[in-house]
């Protein structure tokens, strides 16, 4: 397993930007954001694999963009143009080469966003 750190949530106005980041303990696999809104399912948001091939949920395809810095062993989201939909925790998760959280076997503890209206 890997070690992931989340930072850079907090509380945005719709419209805002905010950058996350995912600070992983070693390199060698495809990253991926999912997020979890109060009282709905842990949802994908996007992944990139080793060499930055991406992939989108259609519902932040062109707002948000997921990169990586492997030499940092880190990874990012950076949210423009953010919804009050948007509000969430997210995770960062390795190890899955699915969209579906039950693939994936290690996880940050999560940092959470909030859009305000």
């Known amino acids: 397993q890997v070690q992931l750190v989340e930072s850079g949530g907090g509380l945005v106005q719709a419209g805002g930007s905010l950058r996350l980041s995912c600070a992983a303990s070693r390199r060698g696999f495809s990253m991926t954001w999912f997020r979890q809104a109060p009282g709905k399912e842990r949802e994908f948001v996007a992944t990139?694999?080793?060499?930055?091939?991406?992939s989108y949920a259609a519902s932040v395809k062109g707002r948000f963009t997921i990169s990586r810095d492997n030499a940092k062993n880190t990874m990012y989201l950076q949210m423009n143009s953010l919804k009050p939909e948007d509000t969430a925790v997210y995770y960062c998760a390795a190890g899955g080469l699915t969209s579906q959280p039950k693939d994936f076997s290690s996880w940050g503890r999560g940092t959470q966003v909030t859009v305000s209206s």
């Open positions: 990139i694999n080793l060499i930055g091939g991406t």
